[in-house]
């Protein structure tokens, strides 16, 4: 899978330290290998928002606070919100291990101070990936991201951990052919 | 330019001399773990999508089933027998069933798993606990698990490092869990977003490795990376009866770079709590004292190990619960249990009036044996507390050490444990 140039949507904003607890609750964790399900719940744990996934467009926008997807390892938080469709997360910061999460998923984030701070709910989003360029129709504004190390960046384009992780066992195999 | 410890084993894993904060480094593993939430996601990951048949070595994974098991319903049943199967069919020699393990933070130190100066990653957030054992420990998702476990090594941003000095010692009643409560009350919960917190100083020279790794445990409510402490006489002789592997220490040089030190009159900390809703909404325990309780939990990761249990223990010795109040009591590991039937601790908590479960991470993140319904209010030895943790979201939880615990329970509001127990005794202090 790989990633869209230009994403466009309209935006959902949500606070500071949104939690993965909030995104989607523990008890949701027994649809760990189904992502749709999941989807039905994500953000369901933040007060006000217990039906929100209904809401939500494909390809609607989500932008967060400061430290968005602290607490648990869950990989289960970015599944769920991709599983709502939701296409792209934009925060003024995220935890680590949510970043880490998405950036494996080959799903795309954005750290954006700039666009969490002056984005409003409903206003219509388009991003540019490549150059990480934010441009804000409903405002008339545009914002800047914060560019990703190399090696982040790369992940991400190639698709995730997953098909680095194939081509590292591939070269592994072709060194060693007999080991499996 | 000298490094850090956790600079140290990232360098060390990565094959190089040293490493600076910023690099991005491909690192040697020494040793992972998954649990029943998070080994089906990376199981199915590892062999449907990377291809990969085998893991890298049986040997350094340990799985638990603690989460949800014993199964809380059949869709947990599905994922314990997932975990089972997929430990069973990669011939993963530290598999812990149910009954015979526990919380994977209390697991992994008591079996001597988890030792100095190697870098260790677990598909749970707490796993920054082992960083009191002196080596480089953090959680990981489970598409991170999957690689880990197809290559035996794991990509790493090098973090900057906070040190924490903490001088002088804490005081009577004081405990690991109010330092590292007012510690994140100082700096907030992205306090340490990434970074690495190196622990020091007089006052951890005198507290145990249990409540060292009850301080490391929290790491992650700073925002951590990861939590690391030094090695000393006490990580010595905890090691010396545990270690399964062997090891070697390492040591922060004396010309190492922190981005920031921080320094703490540890004396000077009182008890404490955290109040609804989230792990930095620090207060002294006397601004809630008298707030009344629905339930009060003792257990998880962070503060349910016999050291722990304990000095619950002491405090409820010929007291009943608080009418209109539950006490749920969760060892931390089945080890934990057959000790503390050992020295009679259950026995008290049973006639104290106290729900004694099993070992499971159960009511800490609202899984079960101790979920909370709408408005009520709790006080939880645990290490979390944002909206809906323990269940419902308009539930209202305040984090605090196990005697403090354990004497709210006695009384019904939050209480100083000195109104049940005149004076803990030293040799459980």
């Given at each position: 899978m790989t990633l869209p140039k230009v994403i466009r949507g309209k935006a959902w904003k949500f606070g500071d330290n949104i939690d993965t607890d909030q995104i989607?609750?523990?008890?949701?964790?027994?649809?760990?290998?189904d992502e749709k399900e999941l989807g039905k719940h994500?953000?369901?744990?933040?007060?006000?928002?217990?039906?929100?996934?209904?809401g939500v467009a494909q390809g609607d926008i989500l932008v967060g606070g400061s430290n968005f997807g602290c607490g648990s390892s869950r990989e289960i938080a970015p599944v769920a919100i991709r599983g709502v469709g939701i296409s792209l997360v934009i925060a003024d910061s995220f935890a680590r291990i949510f970043f880490r999460n998405a950036i494996n998923m080959g799903y795309p984030i954005l750290q954006s101070p700039q666009a969490a701070e002056a984005v409003e709910e409903g206003d219509e989003l388009e991003v540019d990936l490549e150059e990480g360029i934010i441009r804000n129709f409903t405002k008339g504004d545009e914002y800047r991201a914060e560019p990703f190390p190399k090696f982040m960046s790369d992940l991400l384009r190639m698709g995730g951990l997953v098909p680095w992780v194939r081509k590292r066992l591939e070269e592994r195999r072709r060194m060693s052919p007999t080991r499996g | 330019m000298g490094m850090t410890m956790t600079e140290k084993i990232l360098a060390r894993g990565a094959g190089r001399d040293s490493v600076r904060p910023g690099d991005l480094v491909l690192a040697k593993v020494d040793f992972a773990m998954g649990h029943d939430l998070t080994i089906p996601p990376a199981g199915k990951i590892m062999r449907e999508q990377m291809g990969a048949e085998k893991i890298w070595d049986p040997d350094r994974v340990a799985v638990t089933q603690d989460h949800f098991q014993p199964a809380k319903d059949a869709a947990s049943a599905t994922l314990g027998r997932l975990t089972r199967e997929f430990s069973h069919d990669m011939g993963i020699k530290w598999y812990f069933e149910v009954g015979q393990g526990g919380i994977c933070h209390t697991v992994l130190p008591e079996n001597g798993l988890v030792l100095p100066g190697e870098l260790i990653v677990g598909a749970d957030s707490h796993s920054c606990t082992y960083g009191a054992l002196n080596n480089f420990a953090t959680g990981i998702g489970s598409t991170d698990l999957a690689c880990v476990l197809a290559l035996g090594e794991l990509w790493f941003r090098v973090p900057e490092t906070l040190k924490f000095v903490y001088r002088n010692r804490l005081k009577e009643w004081v405990e690991a869990k109010d330092l590292i409560l007012y510690v994140i009350g100082q700096i907030g919960v992205d306090g340490a977003r990434s970074k690495a917190m190196e622990h020091t100083g007089e006052?951890?020279?005198?507290?145990d490795m249990e409540a060292r790794l009850t301080m490391t445990n929290m790491a992650i409510e700073a925002g951590a990376k990861n939590g690391i402490m030094e090695f000393d006489g006490v990580t010595k002789e905890y090691l010396d009866?545990?270690?399964?592997r062997e090891y070697t220490s390492v040591t922060s040089d004396p010309d190492a770079e922190y981005e920031k030190v921080f320094e703490f009159d540890a004396e000077k900390v009182e008890l404490g709590v955290a109040k609804?809703?989230?792990?930095?909404?620090y207060a002294p325990l006397s601004e809630v004292a008298g707030t009344k309780l629905d339930q009060v939990f003792i257990g998880s990761c962070t503060n349910s190990r016999i050291t722990d249990l304990r000095r619950a223990a002491a405090v409820l010795e010929n007291h009943k619960v608080a009418p209109g109040v539950r006490l749920i009591i969760t060892p931390s590991s089945h080890q934990v249990a057959i000790q503390a039937e050992k020295e009679g601790l259950i026995g008290t908590f049973l006639a104290a009036g106290a729900a004694w479960t099993t070992a499971t991470c159960g009511a800490c993140l609202g899984g079960h044996m101790g979920v909370l319904g709408e408005g009520e209010v709790c006080l939880s030895t645990t290490n979390r507390n944002f909206?809906?943790?323990?269940?419902?979201?308009k539930a209202q939880v305040y984090l605090s050490n196990p005697a403090v615990a354990a004497a709210s329970a006695v009384t019904g509001v939050i209480s100083h444990p000195s109104e049940v127990l005149k004076k803990m005794p030293a040799a459980i202090r």
């Amino acid at each position: 899978m790989t990633l869209p140039k230009v994403i466009r949507g309209k935006a959902w904003k949500f606070g500071d330290n949104i939690d993965t607890d909030q995104i989607i609750p523990a008890k949701y964790a027994i649809y760990s290998l189904d992502e749709k399900e999941l989807g039905k719940h994500a953000m369901e744990g933040v007060p006000g928002h217990e039906t929100w996934a209904p809401g939500v467009a494909q390809g609607d926008i989500l932008v967060g606070g400061s430290n968005f997807g602290c607490g648990s390892s869950r990989e289960i938080a970015p599944v769920a919100i991709r599983g709502v469709g939701i296409s792209l997360v934009i925060a003024d910061s995220f935890a680590r291990i949510f970043f880490r999460n998405a950036i494996n998923m080959g799903y795309p984030i954005l750290q954006s101070p700039q666009a969490a701070e002056a984005v409003e709910e409903g206003d219509e989003l388009e991003v540019d990936l490549e150059e990480g360029i934010i441009r804000n129709f409903t405002k008339g504004d545009e914002y800047r991201a914060e560019p990703f190390p190399k090696f982040m960046s790369d992940l991400l384009r190639m698709g995730g951990l997953v098909p680095w992780v194939r081509k590292r066992l591939e070269e592994r195999r072709r060194m060693s052919p007999t080991r499996g | 330019m000298g490094m850090t410890m956790t600079e140290k084993i990232l360098a060390r894993g990565a094959g190089r001399d040293s490493v600076r904060p910023g690099d991005l480094v491909l690192a040697k593993v020494d040793f992972a773990m998954g649990h029943d939430l998070t080994i089906p996601p990376a199981g199915k990951i590892m062999r449907e999508q990377m291809g990969a048949e085998k893991i890298w070595d049986p040997d350094r994974v340990a799985v638990t089933q603690d989460h949800f098991q014993p199964a809380k319903d059949a869709a947990s049943a599905t994922l314990g027998r997932l975990t089972r199967e997929f430990s069973h069919d990669m011939g993963i020699k530290w598999y812990f069933e149910v009954g015979q393990g526990g919380i994977c933070h209390t697991v992994l130190p008591e079996n001597g798993l988890v030792l100095p100066g190697e870098l260790i990653v677990g598909a749970d957030s707490h796993s920054c606990t082992y960083g009191a054992l002196n080596n480089f420990a953090t959680g990981i998702g489970s598409t991170d698990l999957a690689c880990v476990l197809a290559l035996g090594e794991l990509w790493f941003r090098v973090p900057e490092t906070l040190k924490f000095v903490y001088r002088n010692r804490l005081k009577e009643w004081v405990e690991a869990k109010d330092l590292i409560l007012y510690v994140i009350g100082q700096i907030g919960v992205d306090g340490a977003r990434s970074k690495a917190m190196e622990h020091t100083g007089e006052a951890l020279r005198h507290i145990d490795m249990e409540a060292r790794l009850t301080m490391t445990n929290m790491a992650i409510e700073a925002g951590a990376k990861n939590g690391i402490m030094e090695f000393d006489g006490v990580t010595k002789e905890y090691l010396d009866v545990r270690a399964k592997r062997e090891y070697t220490s390492v040591t922060s040089d004396p010309d190492a770079e922190y981005e920031k030190v921080f320094e703490f009159d540890a004396e000077k900390v009182e008890l404490g709590v955290a109040k609804p809703m989230s792990p930095d909404n620090y207060a002294p325990l006397s601004e809630v004292a008298g707030t009344k309780l629905d339930q009060v939990f003792i257990g998880s990761c962070t503060n349910s190990r016999i050291t722990d249990l304990r000095r619950a223990a002491a405090v409820l010795e010929n007291h009943k619960v608080a009418p209109g109040v539950r006490l749920i009591i969760t060892p931390s590991s089945h080890q934990v249990a057959i000790q503390a039937e050992k020295e009679g601790l259950i026995g008290t908590f049973l006639a104290a009036g106290a729900a004694w479960t099993t070992a499971t991470c159960g009511a800490c993140l609202g899984g079960h044996m101790g979920v909370l319904g709408e408005g009520e209010v709790c006080l939880s030895t645990t290490n979390r507390n944002f909206p809906g943790r323990m269940g419902h979201p308009k539930a209202q939880v305040y984090l605090s050490n196990p005697a403090v615990a354990a004497a709210s329970a006695v009384t019904g509001v939050i209480s100083h444990p000195s109104e049940v127990l005149k004076k803990m005794p030293a040799a459980i202090r």
